[in-house]
Every structure is written in C-alpha cells, then in structure tokens.
C-alpha cells in the first residue's frame, strides 16, 4: 500500500510518499512561503538512492489548496513515476499537533472525528487551523481515501492526573482545560518503540527515558512502554532549553514584563517562544553555531551550552526519580542525533545512577541506532534516529488494515 503523510504548516505543507510494502520513500518534499509574493516548493524522488532526483520551483503560491494540486501534479508526474494515478494512494496520514482530550490515539478522521478535532481548536489556534486545512484539501483532492490523524498530543494521554494537572484553580482545568498535554508523541513512542527491539524486551514492558532535541525539545518518562511523565506542557513552550523557546520559567516574569516593561501578552508570548531559549542566551540557535563560537571564545555561547545541557539533565534525574528503574535513555532529533558534546555534557556526573557513556563511541557519527554507552552501564545509553512519517505512516496503515 502507498501512504502519503502530508504536515500542513500555517505556511508551508510538508508531504511524503511512502511505499508501505517495503517502507522505502519514493517521494518527500516541502512547499514554503505559501501565500507570499514568491513561495517555493521542492521535491525529492527517490531520496538517498540511484534514482535520486530533485524538483524545485520558485513561483507564487497562493492558496494551501494550490499547493495540494502541486503535490498531486508532482507526485503523478510521468517523468518520475512515482504514482500513475493518484488513485494508487491508499491512505493518507496527517500530522496533526494537538488532540486535547479527544484524541489519545490514531484516528481515522471521518465527519464525527474532524468534529472533535475543531473543538481542539483553542488550544492551539494557529497549528491546529492549519492542520484541518491540509485535512480538508486531502479529502478533496483525493476522495474516497481514508485520512488518518495522528496526534503528538495522543502518546502523552495516557499521564496520569497527578503529572498532567498543575496546581492551579480545578475550574481552570475542568473548563478551559488547562493541563499538562505534551508534544512529540509521535517521534518518543516511535523511538521508544525502536530502542524496546534492540534491547530485546517487550515494548510494554520497558522503562525508558527518551530525550527528543530538535529545534524544539522534550523528554518523556516511558513506563511499562507508556508516557507517564513529559516535559512540554499545555503548549510546546514548557520543560527544556530550545532554539528560540525558554523553556521552563518562573510564571511571575510574565507579570513583572507586562508591570514594568508594558508589554502586552502577546509580546510576551512571542518573546518567550521566538527571541528566548539558546537564541535568547547567545543570539544563535542553532547548535553548530554555538559550538563554532565557542571555538572561537564567545562566552555567551558556552553559558547557552551549559544552561541546556544542564537542564536536559535536572530532567533525566527527574525521570530517573518517577521511574526508579530505567532500562534505557534514547537520544534522538537534531541535537540528540547529531551533536556528541550535548549527549556528554547531558549525562556528566550520573555514573553512580548507573549511566555510563562510552566516550569514544560517542564521538562518532553514526546514521543508525548506536548503544552509547559501556558493558557496565546498568542503563543502556542509544542514539536511535527519529522518523515521524514512517511512524505516521505505519500508524495510519495499521490503522487502516484492521
Ligand atoms: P525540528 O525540531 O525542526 O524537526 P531537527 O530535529 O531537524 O528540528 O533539529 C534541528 C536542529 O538540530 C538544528 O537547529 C541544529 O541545532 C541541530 N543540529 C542539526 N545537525 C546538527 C549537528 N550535526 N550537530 C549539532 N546540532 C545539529
């Protein structure tokens, strides 16, 4: 069966083809700047094989419905092949940012089901608008097809009350639903899902703490192969040190801003969310750069080093502490893939917790599941790579197979 996952952005849809047969990618691609004078969009057949070839165009974008038209034009384009008619497309699997209470898992997105989805909509207006958007141009363009949602907020539905609640008024709770939701569900449960078979033990029956560090960042607390505990919140902004988001913060520094700085809330909320985080420390945000200018002496880039890695562990300790047994930590995104000093820097000093990283193996890149850390180690250390449309994809054909 071909699934395509299709991620609708406020600006931009990001899509993929898969062929579920053999899980291979015959077709990815991005399409930006939907709406502005020039919008771009770029698609890669065949990604990382012989038969690799790229598409990108550069020509005005109005409408996310334009956009969808172009996919299916590429995506049936005779010169690569990848569909002779769109008809081949079995089900398609939507990302979809926040499920509220409605969704704690993968759901087939029928009249009732987008329904629901609408009424998520407060909860985080900009993402989900977008993402019923992407839903509503999928059914169009292709009818007939079952479209699949799949939630970051739906692996986090199974945390209990005294995790998910914050101790603020229960009506603020009970009617505006003010609670502890999550994000990157879909990346932690397919790692956490990866890391159970290279260990060997059953997936509900692992304890595992998954650290995801992208641009945006989070860390889950996996029990018995279920999220019981993570580090976002009600929105993506709460728990570790991001690229341009603060993470954690005392709540009162918004009322002193708005006291004596006048700032109005959404000044604060785009301060806390797009100026903070590692950009906020050291004015850079992505990680290479940080380390480039350490290299060169810049002190500011070395305290935004220490102040995520530093609280990237407060974290794990703290899972460590709602677990009481870890059979393993798993690095994965961006940073937690890539970036060996972050991985070190996170882990230092937990040698008498039983966390032992094999320094020289962590030092190499690798592209595949690597254990990082050494024999002794009484919890395994793994950087397994994330791949959120594979995970969303075999989601929504499982789904689709019952
Ligand atoms: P997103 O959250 O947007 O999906 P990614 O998971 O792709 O982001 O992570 C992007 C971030 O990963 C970049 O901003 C950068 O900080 C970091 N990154 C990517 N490659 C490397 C690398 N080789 N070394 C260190 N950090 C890296």
Redesign the pocket.
């Known amino acids: 069966m071909k699934a395509l996952v299709i991620n609708s952005g406020s600006s931009s849809l990001k899509f993929q083809l898969l062929d579920m047969d053999n899980e291979s990618v015959l077709a990815s691609g991005l399409v930006e700047r939907i709406g502005d004078a020039e919008g771009n969009i770029k698609c890669t057949f065949h990604p990382d094989t012989e038969k690799e070839s790229v598409v990108k165009k550069t020509l005005p974008i109005p409408t996310h419905t334009v956009a969808g038209q172009m996919v299916v034009d590429l995506l049936t384009d005779k010169e690569h092949g990848v569909l002779a008619d769109k008809s081949e497309v079995g089900v398609i699997g939507h990302r979809v940012v926040h499920g509220g209470e409605n969704f704690s898992k993968t759901t087939l997105l029928n009249d009732a089901a987008i329904a629901a989805l609408e009424d998520t909509v407060p909860l985080a207006p900009l993402h989900n608008t977008a993402n019923l958007d992407g839903i509503r141009i999928a059914q169009e363009l292709f009818p007939g097809v079952p479209q699949v949602g799949v939630f970051d907020t739906a692996f986090h539905q199974t945390l209990p009350p005294h995790a998910f609640r914050y101790a603020i008024p229960k009506d603020l709770y009970e009617k505006d639903r003010i609670r502890r939701y999550g994000f990157h569900g879909t990346s932690h449960k397919y790692v956490v899902g990866e890391c159970a078979k290279l260990c060997g033990i059953d997936v509900d029956k692992i304890n595992a703490i998954t650290v995801h560090l ?3 960042g989070s860390i889950t607390a996996v029990e018995n192969g279920k999220s019981v505990d993570t580090s976002m919140g009600f929105t993506p902004l709460q728990g570790l040190v991001m ?1 341009t988001r603060s993470g954690d913060i005392d709540p009162s520094v918004h009322a002193f801003l708005a006291r004596n700085h006048q700032m109005s809330c959404d000044e604060i909320d785009n301060m806390l969310n797009k100026e903070s985080g590692l950009k906020g420390l050291c004015g850079l ?4 750069d940080i380390h480039a200018a350490i290299e060169k002496g810049d002190k500011d880039a070395e305290l935004a080093l220490a102040v995520q890695t530093y609280r990237t562990k407060k974290y794990i300790g703290a899972y460590m502490a709602v677990l009481g047994r870890v059979d393993a930590i798993v690095f994965t ?3 937690g893939e ?2 060996d000093i972050v991985r070190e820097m996170s882990l230092a000093g937990l040698e008498n917790f039983g966390i032992i990283l094999d320094t020289k193996i962590n030092a190499q890149r690798v592209k595949t599941p690597t254990l990082l850390s050494t024999p002794e180690s009484k919890v395994q250390i793994w950087c397994i790579p994330t791949n959120e449309e594979l995970a969303i994809a075999r989601e929504a054909v499982a789904l689709v197979s019952k």
Do not use: F, P
């Open positions: 992208g641009n945006g690229g945000n992505d990680m290479r995104a961006g940073i890539n970036d």
